[in-house]
């Protein structure tokens, strides 16, 4: 039977643990409404899956509860912050927020961040620009995280480094959410945990030969994810892996040259006003143009129209406010401890109620 929740139940529940924990009304209340809409979207393994982890982090003090981002520098559209190990989703929310209204001042403007703690998915942010009209790009890295070989390699070296995308458009905002490797460490280490494979050969072993088996990722020498394009045409993932590393570890002054510090990001953010540019007008003519043309495109399969990258999660975000949140089987069950722990009530599953 699925399990489906209350979204603003879910939400009241983490904030209600997250404050529990030790942190302030501001950073929880802004943490758990980012990971419950990571699930209302379908981004399960980047969700509400991540709240007894980060409680977890919260606890033994490697994510840290108390104070901001140390400003290393700032020139007005282009800042540095160390995230001194803080919450990540905190840090790039609002970071995002800052950025837009920098880029509404100088056109453009980019925040690079040093030692966040984790940021979870990127996708949720993108709308904190697209509403404001302004496009945004947020990619990440974890320096201290090695699960992806450069092409050709066998070693790890990498980690997924997603990038996220956000196009205002004269309707629903387009949303790109993807990554530099073929897949993730949370789906992977997953399906690992529950004995299934993969749905292609997204991996290699150690020995460089690729499989559809996540268990290669879990031995000694583990083997490693395979950048985007697999072992034929992996160089064009290795390429935007380079690039992603190099401005969210380059850009922030620390990386994997550094001793390796904890479960952490290196993140940077850039965001752009059309207005400074071209203007509004010109700029939704161009992007509605081209959607249109992507949505009216012949399919190559049947009733299977084209859609735009975000359309699908924006369907299945507005399906959870109207009928409840889809949470992954085992999620609520990793809470469980924690809400006996603090006191905080669970909330119901709506199937049950």
């Known amino acids: 039977m699925e399990h489906r929740y209350d979204a603003n139940a879910l939400t009241a529940f983490a904030t209600g643990l997250f404050e529990a924990a030790g942190l302030d009304r501001d950073k929880a209340g802004t943490i758990a409404p980012l990971l419950v809409e990571a699930d209302l979207m379908g981004h ?138 073929i897949t993730t460490n949370g789906l992977t280490g997953r399906l690992h945990s529950e004995g299934k494979k993969l749905p292609g050969k997204w991996v290699q072993d150690a020995g460089g030969t690729a499989t559809d088996n996540p268990g290669v990722l879990f031995t000694d020498p583990p083997g490693t994810i395979l950048p985007i394009g697999g072992q034929e045409y992996g160089h064009k993932g290795y390429g935007l892996a380079l690039m992603i590393e190099a401005l969210t570890q380059g850009l922030a002054g620390h990386g994997r040259a550094d001793p390796a510090d904890g479960w952490g990001a290196g993140v940077h953010i850039q965001v752009s006003d059309p207005t400074a540019f071209c203007g509004k007008d010109a700029f939704n003519r161009q992007i509605d143009h081209i959607v249109a043309k992507c949505l009216s495109n012949k399919p190559a399969t049947p009733r299977t129209p084209v859609r735009l990258p975000g359309q699908n999660a924006i369907r299945k975000r507005r399906d959870g406010l109207e009928n409840g949140v889809p949470l992954y089987s085992g999620i609520m069950e990793a809470l469980q401890p924690w809400a006996e722990k603090y006191g905080i009530p669970a909330p119901s599953n709506l199937a049950r109620a």
């Open 44 to 181: 399960t393994t980047h969700g509400l899956q991540l709240c007894a982890p980060y409680l977890k982090a919260l606890e033994d003090g490697t994510m840290r509860k108390e104070g901001g981002p140390e400003v290393l520098s700032d020139r007005g559209a282009v800042a540095t912050w160390d995230g001194r190990r803080l919450p990540g989703v905190w840090l790039t929310a609002r970071a995002v927020d800052q950025a837009v209204e920098r880029a509404k001042l100088y056109g453009t403007a980019g925040i690079a961040i040093r030692r966040s703690h984790h940021i979870a998915c990127l996708a949720v942010f993108l709308e904190r620009a697209t509403r404001e009209g302004c496009m945004v790009q947020i990619t990440s890295s974890d320096p201290a995280v090695a699960s992806v070989a450069p092409y050709g390699g066998t070693e790890p070296l990498f980690t997924p480094d997603p990038i996220a995308v956000g196009i205002p458009t004269g309707g629903d905002p387009i949303l790109i959410d993807t990554s530099a490797s």
